[in-house]
Nanobody, 117 residues
Framework: QVQLVESGGGLVQAGGSLRLSCAAS????????MAWYRQAPGKQRELVAA???????NYADSLKGRFTLSRDNAKSTVYLQMNSLKPEDTAVYYC???????????WGQGTQVTVSS
């Protein structure tokens, strides 16, 4: 059974930084296409950043230059480094994985990020 466990969320002042982690277990991590999404109160869930099948990274336009996606296959973990945080970055951040072998997707439980002004 695949599990995605997020950590690293919390309360931070505007201009600060956080690093989110998502540890995957239960399958072969290298077959996972990984991404982060977020959902703010009253809004739809939106893509933050994702690894593409070609090995590049897509970022939401509004986040380019502030957020950095990375992965450590040896640790089965994906990271989201968030810098220069703004109050509008406040949301629940979700880790997402697609097992490319069978196109099965998985979600983590989410981690709250709150940015105070």
């Amino acid at each position: 059974q695949v599990q995605l466990v997020e950590s690293g969320g919390g309360l931070v002042q505007a201009g600060g930084s956080l690093r989110l982690s998502c540890a995957a277990s239960g399958s072969i991590f290298r077959f996972f296409a990984m991404a982060w999404y977020r959902q703010a109160p009253g809004k739809q869930r939106e893509l933050v950043a994702a690894f593409t099948s070609g090995g590049t990274i897509n970022y939401a336009d509004s986040l380019k230059g502030r957020f950095t996606l990375s992965r450590d296959n040896a640790k089965s973990t994906v990271y989201l480094q968030m810098n220069s945080l703004k109050p509008e970055d406040t949301a629940v951040y979700y880790c997402h994985a697609i097992d490319k072998r069978w196109s099965i997707e998985y979600w983590g439980q989410g981690t709250q990020v709150t940015v105070s002004s």
